[in-house]
T-cell receptor, first 110, second 112 residues
């Protein structure tokens, strides 16, 4: 069974800092990997999708990478802002099921 | 374009009752999947449907069932509700395997 771990579970940083969120999965047989943001009590907002043939994706201040051989993905957030405060979830797609991590709760302090 | 829409947004039910949750995918998306998210945890996969056929089922009891209609909308049914069924139920749609998933805002179910 695929298990997805996210480290750290919680992170608090001052505004402007660059940060890295980590995601690891036990089974490298995933197809795509997607990073989401979730605000309290809300649904999931897609941030970045790394498709099966890709290793990296960038959108604005966000960059995500995927290394299937090691079973790891990282989400890099540059110049963090208070509006980035949320829970960040990674999810591996096996083709017919998404396996989610438990998330990293990020707080950016003004 | 409308995103993935779910109804109702909030629901309170009593133990033992039955509930039906609804999801309308993004236009053109033929695959719908359902997830349960308990407070403080990541979403857990319940079902996936593609072209009205079940393509995947997570580790949930038979009290959970779902179906997909010809217009690709979907319903999730939960019978004999337990307190532990209280959660945020999320629906996601995708046009296909290489396109990622778009999630709705969820239905918050509270069982009392």
């Amino acid at each position: 069974k695929q298990e997805v771990t996210q480290i750290p579970a919680a992170l608090s940083v001052p505004e402007g800092e660059n940060l890295v969120l980590n995601c690891s999965f036990t089974d490298s047989a995933i197809y795509n990997l997607q990073w989401f943001r979730q605000d309290p009590g809300k649904g999931l907002t897609s941030l970045l999708l790394i498709q099966s043939s890709q290793r990296e994706q960038t959108s604005g201040r966000l960059n995500a990478s995927l290394d299937k051989s090691s079973g790891r993905s990282t989400l890099y957030i540059a110049a963090s802002q208070p509006g980035d405060s949320a829970t960040y979830l990674c999810a591996g797609d096996t083709g017919n099921q998404f396996y989610f991590g438990t998330g990293t709760s990020l707080t950016v302090i003004p | 374009d409308a995103g993935v829409t779910q109804s109702p947004t909030h629901l309170i039910k009593t133990r033992g009752q039955q509930v039906t949750l609804r999801c309308s995918p993004i236009s053109g998306h033929k695959s719908v999947s359902w997830y349960q998210q308990v407070l403080g945890q990541g979403p857990q996969f319940i079902f996936q449907y593609y072209e009205k056929e079940e393509r995947g089922r997570g580790n949930f009891p038979d009290r959970f069932s779902a179906r997909q209609f010809p217009n690709y909308s979907s319903e999730l049914n939960v019978n004999a509700l337990l307190l532990g069924d209280s959660a945020l139920y999320l629906c996601a749609s995708t046009p296909g395997i290489d396109y990622g998933y778009t999630f709705g805002s969820g239905t918050r179910l509270t069982v009392v």
